[in-house]
T-cell receptor, first 113, second 111 residues
């Protein structure tokens, strides 16, 4: 069965600092991988996705993620965090093209001024 | 952009009431999903649908049912609401290769 782990429940960074949110998945074949962001009281917004090809994918709001098959990881990065990035971030994996997602438990990001 | 609209942002219902949560998407997506989100438990899939009049159980279907009479609308029904169904409910839609597009959520409180 597929599973997704996000080892960090809560991360706090200073504004302007770099960010890396970790995501590890368990799946037998090449998965389809996604990162979503959820602002308080809102639904989830897609940041980026990986289906195939270049293992470094660019998303919205200056985020990027790198797929590392050998480590079963899909970590999310941003070089300089803004206060508006404070939110909850979810990694998700799907085995069949955008259906039947499995979500990680989420990482809450706080940003210090 | 695809829009997924959930009819209510906040709902308060009484125990035992029949509750309808409505979700409408405007981009002809085949797939629609209902999740509930609870602190510490993440997102859990309740039901999903790949086509009109089709439905599949997710991980936690007990106490819920769904209806999909038209492609754009996917309704979640709580047959007899209970306090343990107090939660944030999220609807999503997708088509092949798109990833999910989520609605803004409905926060349901059952008293």
């Amino acid at each position: 069965a597929q599973s997704v782990t996000q080892p960090d429940i809560h991360i706090t960074v200073s504004e302007g600092a770099s960010l890396e949110l970790r995501c590890n998945y368990s799946y037998g074949a090449t998965p389809y991988l996604f990162w979503y962001v959820q602002s308080p009281g809102q639904g989830l917004q897609l940041l980026l996705k990986y289906f195939s090809g270049d293992t470094l994918v660019q998303g919205i709001k200056g985020f990027e993620a790198e797929f590392k098959r050998s480590q079963s990881s899909f970590n999310l990065r941003k070089p300089s965090v803004h206060w508006s990035d404070a939110a909850e971030y979810f990694c998700a994996v799907s085995r069949n093209y955008g259906q039947n997602f499995v979500f990680g438990p989420g990482t809450r990001l706080s940003v210090l001024p | 952009d695809v829009k997924v609209t959930q009819s209510s942002r906040y709902l308060v219902k009484r125990t035992g009431e029949k509750v309808f949560l409505e979700c409408v998407q405007d981009m002809d997506h085949e797939n629609m999903f209902w999740y509930r989100q609870d602190p510490g438990l993440g997102l859990r899939l309740i039901y999903f649908s790949y086509d009109v009049k089709m439905k599949e159980k997710g991980d936690i279907p007990e106490g819920y049912s769904v209806s999909r009479e038209k492609k754009e609308r996917f309704s979640l029904i709580l047959e007899s609401a209970s306090t343990n169904q107090t939660s944030m409910y999220l609807c999503a839609s997708s088509f092949q290769g798109s990833g999910y597009t989520f609605g803004s959520g409905t926060r349901l409180t059952v008293v």
